[in-house]
T-cell receptor
């Protein structure tokens, strides 16, 4: 079955530093990947849509200069949280849409804690 | 504005009970409705529904979609403690190249022994 990996699974960083999260589709190609954020006891909130070879599309209220997205290949998208603050602490989940079937598959998520 | 609403927000039942979770939606260019189960990590896929009135079944779980009334239900029979999770409903629309998922707030199900 289709597998999406995320790395790291858990990261703790200090305020002001930047953190990069990787999302990989392991056995299929994805021209589109999605980045979600989930706060405790809340649903998934779409942050941005990442398109291979072009700029990401950000949802309203999401700062593109703070959450940098790069989708350099058909199997890899990265989300970089720049100048992280404690309020950025959250569970970040990516999903990848299969190029051929259009089905979306979720990664296991990355727990970010900013101290 | 597109929205997906789930009810109830939370539910506590005893093992063996049957539960019904609800999902209603208002989405332009509806494509499909999906149910996910989320425990401690990312959501795991349960069902995708595209046609009205056709029940999808997997073990003790089943789901059906009503595109006229714009809602779906997820049924779980003979619940077990392992069914405790957040159940998420999401709707996919035809949004050109993006085709993104719009999630509901989820229903937190707790099954007590």
């Amino acid at each position: 079955g289709a597998v999406v990996s995320q790395h790291p699974s858990r990261v703790i960083c200090k305020s002001g530093t930047s953190v990069k999260i990787e999302c990989r589709s392991l056995d299929f190609q994805a021209t589109t990947m999605f980045w979600y954020r989930q706060f405790p006891k809340q649903s998934l909130m779409l942050m941005a849509t990442s398109n291979e070879g072009s700029k990401a599309t950000y949802e309203q209220g999401v700062e593109k200069d703070k959450f940098l997205i790069n989708h350099a290949s058909l199997t890899l998208s990265t989300l970089t949280v720049t100048s992280a603050h404690p309020e950025d602490s959250s569970f970040y989940i990516c999903s990848a849409r299969d190029l051929t079937t259009y089905e979306q598959y979720f990664g296991p998520g990355t727990r970010l804690t900013v101290t | 504005e597109d929205k997906v609403v789930q009810s109830p927000l939370s539910l506590v039942v005893h093992e063996g009970d049957t539960v019904t979770l609800n999902c209603s939606y208002e989405v332009t260019n509806f494509r499909s409705l999906l149910w996910y189960k989320q425990e401690k990590k990312a959501p795991t896929f349960l069902f995708m529904l595209t046609s009205s009135g056709i029940e999808k079944k997997s073990g003790r779980l089943s789901s059906i979609l009503d595109k006229k009334e714009l809602f779906s239900i997820l049924n779980i029979t003979a619940t077990q403690t392992g069914d405790s999770a957040v159940y998420l409903c999401a709707v996919s629309n035809y949004g050109g190249a993006t085709n993104k998922l719009i999630f509901g707030t989820g229903t937190l199900l707790a099954v007590q022994p």
